[in-house]
């Protein structure tokens, strides 16, 4: 959540080229100190991000594109940053949609695992306005205490609930949300 690189997948025909990037574990690409790239971008903004080629701040990564996923904890904001970061001369930056499309999904898969990891021993209700999308990815979640009170809730779960924030949802009894 700070901005420094935890762990990388790479090409291993490419490693030489994002070491001298800077692009290695224990790396700070925080705004603060890298200025505008993937990862720093994604965290001040909060929201995914797309940073093509020259775009970034400094001159040493004008060849990258880099997107960034937030990810959020079942409990926290933001804990991580999901980023991809490729290399390439005559990409644009509509050609690389797909990558961001792809990070994004992992982002949120992630995040879905986590949730119900860290809810593990709580009844979770699944729900969508489409029932056959019901335990998969893109249904909401919330997290319920023994009397039916909503002790967390996924970021779907919010949206699919027309709520500001899944902060809002918490504490409320499940019957003011749902008939039941």
């Not at 080229?17 to 903004?45: I, K």
């Not at 019901?134 to 919330?142: R, T």
Request: aromatic content about 6%.
């Amino acid at each position: 959540a700070s901005g420094v690189i935890l762990y990388e997948k790479l090409d291993p025909a490419l490693k030489d080229v994002f070491r001298s990037a800077g692009l290695v574990p224990g790396a700070d690409w925080s705004e603060r100190r890298q200025g505008t790239n993937g990862m720093g971008t994604c965290l001040a903004e909060r929201r995914p991000v797309t940073i093509h080629r020259n775009e970034h701040f400094h001159a040493q990564h004008i060849g990258l594109t880099c997107f960034g996923a937030p990810i959020r904890g079942p409990v926290d904001d933001i804990i991580a940053v999901l980023d991809a970061s490729c290399i390439g001369l005559h990409d644009t930056r509509s050609s690389q949609m797909h990558t961001m499309a792809l990070v994004k999904l992992s982002a949120h898969v992630i995040e879905k695992c986590l949730f119900l990891r860290h809810h593990q021993h709580h009844a979770v209700l699944r729900f969508h306005t489409c029932p056959e999308l019901v335990d998969m990815l893109h249904d909401g979640a919330l997290a319920l205490s023994e009397d039916g009170t909503i002790i967390g809730a996924d970021y779907t779960a919010a949206r699919l609930l027309d709520a500001n924030d899944r902060y809002q949802l918490v504490g409320r009894p499940i019957a003011d949300i749902f008939r039941t």
